[in-house]
């Protein structure tokens, strides 16, 4: 035992106030992590909750897209919200598409029947692009 505390009135004078005992300094590591896991907690069910309005909300046409968005900077800005923050990724075609598949598969059936409707409207319009190879198609069949 005197060991002991000789071994730490050695440490307390060479480390100074800086010394913490090993089992004070897993105390204070332990209550930290512990107050991590809260606020990532907090922040993945307020960003999923926001989220969750705002899609629904774009969907049902309540809600320009870009309004969503801007309310998404504010509140990530101000409530630390970082989960709600754009990000700058890189994605792959593949990691679109695999979005873009998660996104439909989670705004269900009728969300995605009239995503679709929208989809074959525009097909109906005639774009430039479509009009050209329109013409392009119809020149070489000719020749």
């Not at 309004?67 to 593949?94: I, S």
């Not at 439909?104 to 409707?117: D, F, M, S, V, Y």
Request: proline share 2%; glycine share 4%.
């Amino acid at each position: 035992m005197r060991d002991v505390v000789l071994l730490y009135a050695w440490l307390r004078e060479m480390w100074g106030k800086h010394f913490i005992p090993l089992k004070m300094y897993r105390r204070w590591k332990r209550q930290r992590d512990k107050l991590k896991a809260e606020r990532k907690a907090e922040i993945q069910f307020w960003t999923d909750v926001l989220c969750q309005a705002g899609e629904n909300a774009v969907h049902a046409g309540e809600f320009s897209r870009k309004q969503v968005d801007n309310w998404y900077l504010v509140f990530g800005n101000a409530a630390g919200l970082v989960g709600l923050l754009p990000k700058k990724l890189a994605l792959t075609r593949r990691d679109q598409r695999d979005l873009k598949a998660a996104i439909a598969k989670r705004i269900g059936p009728e969300a995605r029947q009239a995503l679709k409707e929208k989809k074959a409207d525009k097909t109906k319009r005639l774009s430039a692009k479509h009009i050209r190879y329109t013409f392009l198609r119809t020149f070489r069949q000719a020749a």
